[in-house]
Nanobody, 123 residues
Framework: QVQLVESGGGLVQAGDSLRLSCAASGGTRSIKSMGWHRQAPGKQRELVAGITRTNRPNYADSVKGRFTISRDNAKNALYLQMNNLKSEDTAVYYC?????????????????WGQGTQVTVSS
């Protein structure tokens, strides 16, 4: 089991920056990959950025070049540096972790989610 807690959201103006943090606890050694997703009211949750166990990042086209995902394994933390924020970035941002569990001969996966942190970007 993994618990994820996001922080760092807030109200900013377009062009400003924010850094989101996600603190992971519990079975963190079993985390395969982590990512940031966001969801605006009435819209589906979408992947913003992900990072694999081997630290390979990937980004949604809409945030590429503006956002940077990183993690600190020693602190069990995930970060999302968001620069040049746009009004379209307004959403609740969720930290996500994919966990591997079970015997090595039959490994299963499950996703865990944080409660989310609100990011509001005004024009």
């Amino acid at each position: 089991q993994v618990q994820l807690v996001e922080s760092g959201g807030g109200l900013v103006q377009a062009g400003d920056s924010l850094r989101l943090s996600c603190a992971a606890s519990g079975g963190t050694r079993s985390i395969k990959s982590m990512g940031w997703h966001r969801q605006a009211p009435g819209k589906q949750r979408e992947l913003v950025a992900g990072i694999t166990r081997t630290n390979r990042p990937n980004y949604a086209d809409s945030v590429k070049g503006r956002f940077t995902i990183s993690r600190d394994n020693a602190k069990n933390a995930l970060y999302l540096q968001m620069n040049n924020l746009k009004s379209e970035d307004t959403a609740v941002y969720y930290c996500q972790a994919t966990i591997e569990y079970g015997p090595v001969e039959k490994v299963s996966e499950i996703d865990f989610w944080g409660q989310g942190t609100q990011v509001t970007v005004s024009s």
